[in-house]
């Protein structure tokens, strides 16, 4: 039986400090991931020490939005299906994310995703990705 997924009530984030920015640009449509000054590496989850040299001096950059799913799972027996995925952004992060706007047995390791933003209840939208 084939399932639609579409957009489910997704909790509000926490937003701190150190990921403050990221959610301000999710409110304006963008997508960020933090850039090492150092080494030059791509990273995500944000955090201000970069994971790959230790380095301090990162900075917030855009991202291209674009990205191929990694692994996914699909959640059957919810009250809403939902498609959950790790994504590997072009930039190199790979981030935790849903599936949306497609049927859920369509979805693909391998398969080419475009970020959307899906409100949260109460907070900052988040990324969410649907097929490109």
């Known amino acids: 039986m084939s399932i639609t997924i579409g957009r489910r009530?997704?909790?509000s984030p926490t937003v701190d400090p150190e990921t403050r920015p990221f959610?301000?640009?999710t409110a304006e449509g963008r997508l960020l991931v933090k850039r090492?000054?150092?080494c030059g590496e791509h990273h995500h989850y944000p955090r201000d020490a970069c994971p790959f040299c230790g380095s301090e001096r990162t900075q917030w950059r855009q991202a291209s939005g674009k990205g191929t799913i990694y692994s996914f799972s699909v959640m059957r027996r919810a009250e809403?299906?939902?498609v959950v995925a790790y994504v590997?952004?072009?930039e190199g992060p790979t981030m935790?994310?849903?599936i949306v706007d497609t049927d859920a047995d369509a979805v693909r390791i391998g398969?080419?995703?475009a970020v959307r933003f899906q409100p949260s209840d109460g907070g900052p939208p988040l990324p969410v990705f649907a097929p490109a």
């Open 9 to 11: 009530s997704m909790p």
């Open 23 to 25: 959610w301000q640009a």
């Open 36 to 38: 090492c000054d150092d």
């Open 80 to 82: 809403v299906p939902y």
């Open 88 to 90: 590997t952004l072009e």
């Open 96 to 98: 935790m994310s849903n």
């Open 111 to 113: 398969q080419r995703v």
